[in-house]
């Protein structure tokens, strides 16, 4: 069989590297919240993982995740704004990305950290990056753009979830909040429409 023709094989997950131990990371969601701290995230100072259109607010991200449906579409729209470190896929991944992008999968356990590093938990993109974090060390975890409220500041594949969408996602997040409390890892929602009271709630403007 030619290499031309051959069956393409699904990448091995990666093992994350635990390269930010004690330290702070930003995870930017893409909750219509992000609209109005557009002019402070880039003043922000930490680790940032952009989550899929994330990355349109801080293109110097140390990581662009991306997961969901779609996720080849979305990929090849965003990758080009991408100027940082390392570009992780959740799932499946696509023979179409390039080869440098990193693969991991997701646990069934949803209600806890995975310690798994190449895995994550999670029901949507926002907890499994949460997670993404814990795996690379950070302790202090601030959220933006993690609203459950449906819009998004930019233009999104799924502009309004219908609401047992967001209702399956919030139900597992008291358990995860607890569990990462009881590992010693602060999670900070600085989503100020966000309808996730399971995290320490503050303004953005308390991280600057």
């Known amino acids: 069989m030619s ?3 051959a069956p393409w094989v699904l990448p091995p997950v990666w093992p994350v590297p635990r390269e930010w131990p004690g330290e702070r990371c ?9 609209k109005a701290q557009r002019k402070l995230i880039p003043l922000l100072k930490g680790r940032v993982i952009a989550v899929k259109h994330g990355v349109l607010t801080r293109p110097d991200a140390d990581v662009l995740f991306l997961s969901g449906e779609g996720t080849a579409d979305v990929a090849r729209q965003l990758i080009p704004v991408f100027t940082g470190k390392y570009i992780i896929v959740r799932g499946k991944s696509d023979p179409s990305l390039p080869a440098h992008v990193k693969r991991v999968t ?4 949803h209600d806890h950290l995975c310690d798994l590093p190449g895995h994550v938990a999670g029901r949507d993109a926002g907890t499994s990056a949460i ?3 814990y795996h690379f060390g950070a302790t202090e975890i601030i ?3 993690y609203d459950m409220t449906g819009g998004h500041f930019c233009k999104h594949p799924l502009p309004y979830p219908p609401e047992q969408h967001f209702q399956r996602h919030m139900e597992v997040l008291p358990k995860f909040a607890a569990d990462a409390k009881a590992k010693g890892i602060r999670i900070v929602n600085c989503s100020p429409i966000s309808r996730v009271e399971c995290f320490e709630r503050q303004p953005l403007e308390a991280f600057l």
């Open 3 to 5: 290499v031309d023709t």
């Open 26 to 34: 930003f995870v930017i969601c893409s909750g219509e919240s992000v």
């Open 106 to 109: 997701r646990t069934k356990d």
């Open 131 to 133: 997670d993404l974090a």
């Open 143 to 145: 959220v933006l753009g």
